[in-house]
Every structure is written in structure tokens, then in C-alpha cells.
């Protein structure tokens, strides 16, 4: 695969926040860039040489792209994958539009994570009325999840019995769901693999992972974990990248069991809100890799400079007068690095942005980071 050089354009589908970080790294690496977003504000416009305003599956968009860009992205897996197919026959794409459509499908994701020889919760896979009319009892206490279009908790019901899976699962229209056993768990971790061949990978660091109300609230690196077991962490990101044929940055997120066991959670084929702590901690960040693999370059270096915590801000920071958060605390921090998203409107549950501080340990980046955003 030809490498491709400045200062060529680079198309990406998707003009949110991370579309808005890959432009921002893409321009310092010296492309150009074109996004393709029906959104007028889109936030990565502010940084792009393009902003094709369409939606993501309009045709004659995807050909401008395609004869405009001598590769193509995505920023996040919803987009359609037949899209992503369609501008691979005119130009270079990755990750691939089969890619996509695996982390689209929590059915087909965990079908092709158990064929990589990784494990997963248990879990069965809905896809008709007849399918939830079994012995359930392998499954419960367990989540209902929808097959589709789920993320950050959406889709997704808690159930302790089988009457309230079968009547969960009407609520939720009778789709394609997965009812997932709960496991018991110590902590979330995830690791980020970019992958440009069989021979050229890296894997960043692993993060350990809190969320709140299903939305991920703080990354911790390194982990608190055993450096055996993010080793192992790392290395099943890995062998799934290289089952997929993945080219690209893929994010893999993992329960950590009580017994010390990993099994994966799920997986996002892009760069992940639990990677944005390599902007500030690490040789080379996620969206320099997401630049890297499109264009058939060497991986980066991951090496993690200091020990790092990342802080989500969702529209609750926001003051209920619409008047930003009290930003001078983390200005005046001088181990601390804020990231603001560009968006028109704060609401709850809505990332704006985030912040990383780096310290001397995790521990005591953790401590900090909780200070500062108390005092916002």
C-alpha cells in the first residue's frame, strides 16, 4: 500500500468532536481535510479546508468526497456502513465498511470477538419473539441490550427475571437485542490498537474506565490494574484487530472479572472518548494514529509521558443561565489541559469536552482532576 504524503486531502464522515480532533491533527500533520456532515455547526468544520453538507448517504456526496480525497474515515460506527463500501470503490477507506457493520451489530460484533478465540459476557442473541421463549436462567441478572444504534447506555434495560426480559424486550419494539449476563466485576478497562498491517501495529496504554448514568465520566492511565494483565489486555486488542483484518484505530473495551479475568465488553471502530488522554500524555496521539493508518504510515510510538487522568465535561457543567463553566481553575493549573468541543448549545449528557491532568500518579492525577472539576 502506497503511503500517502502532505499535502494530500484526507475526507472523513462525521463532523463531531472527534471528526473535529482528526482535523485538527490531520492540519498539524500537513493534509487537507473535507467533512462530510448535514450539520451546519458541525464542530469539525471550524477546522476543515471542506465542508460538504449532505447526508451520509447521499450519492453525489459520497462521489465528491470520494473524487476529492485520497482516503476516507469515519468518526463513529452508526455511519452507514454501505456508504463506507461505496467510496471504497473509488478511493482508499479504512476502517472498512465490513468493519463497520460488525461494530454496528452487537450480535455480530460478539460472534466475531467469540471467533477470535476471545470471551465475551454470556449472552443470547434476540432476533424474533421465539428467540427470548427459552431457558433465560443463563443469562439473568442480566442487560438488555438493542442490536443497533446503542451507545453511551442508550438501549439498554436492566432485568432480573424472565418476565421482565420477555416485557423489556416488547417496550423496546420487539428489534434485534442481545440479553447480556451481568458479571461481577472489579473495574472497566480499554485499549486502543492501531493497525496498518499484519506487521505494523500499536497499542496505546490501557485506560481504566468510571462511568456515570452510562456515560464515561473518567479515563485513569495507566490502569490500576497488574502490568500482566493489561499486557494481556493489550495483546487481545491485538489478536481482534488482526482477526477483523482491521485497518484503522479500533477501540476495545473489557470488563475486568473478580478472578483477575478480562472478557470484551464491546468495541468502537475509531478513536474512543477513553483515548482523548493521549492528546496530552503520549508520544503520539489516537487521531495522529487515525491519520497514520489512512495514509498506510507506520503506527506512532504510544509511549505514555506521565501518568494522566482524563475528565468527560457533559452539558451539566453547564450553568442553567446557558454562562460557561468557571474555566480559570483548570487555566490556572498548570499540569492541566482543557478541550473544548465547539459545540452551539450545552444539555445534559451532551459532551462538550474535556480536560486531562498529568501528575506524578494516577492516583494523584485522580485526585486533582475530581478538584478541579468540583471548583468548574
Known amino acids: 500500500m502506497a503511503a500517502i504524503l502532505p499535502p494530500a486531502m484526507l475526507g472523513i464522515l462525521g463532523g463531531g468532536q472527534l471528526g473535529r480532533m482528526f482535523a485538527v491533527a490531520a492540519k498539524t500533520m500537513g493534509y487537507r481535510v473535507t467533512v462530510l456532515d448535514p450539520d451546519e455547526n458541525a464542530p469539525a468544520a471550524a477546522f476543515a479546508d471542506r465542508h460538504i453538507r449532505a447526508p451520509y448517504n447521499d450519492p453525489a456526496a459520497l462521489r465528491e468526497l470520494a473524487d476529492s480525497c485520497a482516503a476516507v474515515t469515519t468518526e463513529f460506527e452508526?455511519?452507514?456502513?454501505?456508504?463506507?463500501?461505496?467510496?471504497?470503490?473509488?478511493?482508499?477507506?479504512?476502517?472498512s465498511g465490513d468493519c463497520v457493520a460488525v461494530a454496528q451489530d452487537r450480535i455480530a460484533e460478539k460472534a466475531w470477538i467469540n471467533k477470535a478465540g476471545l470471551p465475551t459476557a454470556p449472552y443470547l442473541a434476540i432476533e424474533s419473539v421465539e428467540d427470548i421463549q427459552v431457558d433465560l436462567a443463563p443469562y439473568l441478572p442480566g442487560i438488555l441490550k438493542t442490536a443497533r444504534l446503542g451507545y453511551d447506555g442508550k438501549g439498554q434495560v436492566r432485568v432480573q427475571t424472565a418476565d421482565e426480559a420477555r416485557a423489556a424486550y416488547a417496550n423496546?419494539?420487539?428489534q434485534a437485542c442481545v440479553l447480556e449476563k451481568m458479571l461481577d466485576l472489579q473495574l472497566e478497562v480499554s485499549a486502543i490498537v492501531t493497525r496498518v498491517s499484519g506487521a505494523q501495529s500499536a497499542v496505546f496504554p490501557?485506560?481504566?474506565?468510571?462511568?456515570?448514568?452510562?456515560?464515561?465520566?473518567?479515563?485513569?492511565?495507566?490502569?490500576?490494574?497488574?502490568?500482566?494483565?493489561?499486557?494481556?489486555?493489550?495483546?487481545?486488542?491485538?489478536?481482534?484487530?488482526?482477526?477483523l483484518d482491521y485497518v484503522g484505530v479500533l477501540a476495545v473495551e473489557f470488563f475486568v472479572l473478580a478472578d483477575d479475568s478480562l472478557v470484551v465488553n464491546e468495541i468502537a471502530p475509531r478513536p474512543h472518548n477513553s483515548g482523548h488522554y493521549t492528546l496530552t500524555?503520549?508520544?503520539?496521539?489516537?487521531?495522529?494514529?487515525?491519520?497514520?493508518?489512512m495514509c498506510g504510515l507506520l503506527p506512532g510510538r504510544t509511549d505514555l509521558l506521565s501518568p494522566v487522568v482524563m475528565v468527560n465535561l457533559l452539558g451539566d457543567v453547564w450553568k442553567d443561565d446557558g454562562h460557561e463553566p468557571n474555566w480559570d481553575v483548570l487555566a490556572e493549573a498548570p499540569n492541566a489541559q482543557l478541550h473544548l468541543y465547539g459545540k452551539k448549545q450545552a444539555r445534559p449528557g451532551r459532551k462538550m469536552g474535556h480536560f486531562n491532568v498529568m501528575a506524578a500518579s494516577a492516583d494523584e492525577a485522580l485526585e486533582q482532576a475530581r478538584a478541579l472539576k468540583d471548583t468548574l
Not at 452508526?78 to 477507506?93: G, I
Open 172 to 174: 423496546l419494539g420487539g
Open 206 to 243: 490501557v485506560a481504566e474506565n468510571i462511568h456515570k448514568n452510562g456515560i464515561l465520566d473518567e479515563s485513569i492511565v495507566p490502569a490500576r490494574i497488574a502490568p500482566a494483565l493489561a499486557a494481556r489486555a493489550q495483546d487481545m486488542a491485538r489478536k481482534l484487530a488482526e482477526a
Open 78 to 95: 452508526n455511519v452507514n456502513a454501505d456508504a463506507m463500501r461505496e467510496l471504497a470503490r473509488r478511493t482508499r477507506v479504512s476502517p
Open 281 to 293: 500524555a503520549c508520544l503520539t496521539d489516537q487521531f495522529q494514529q487515525q491519520v497514520r493508518a
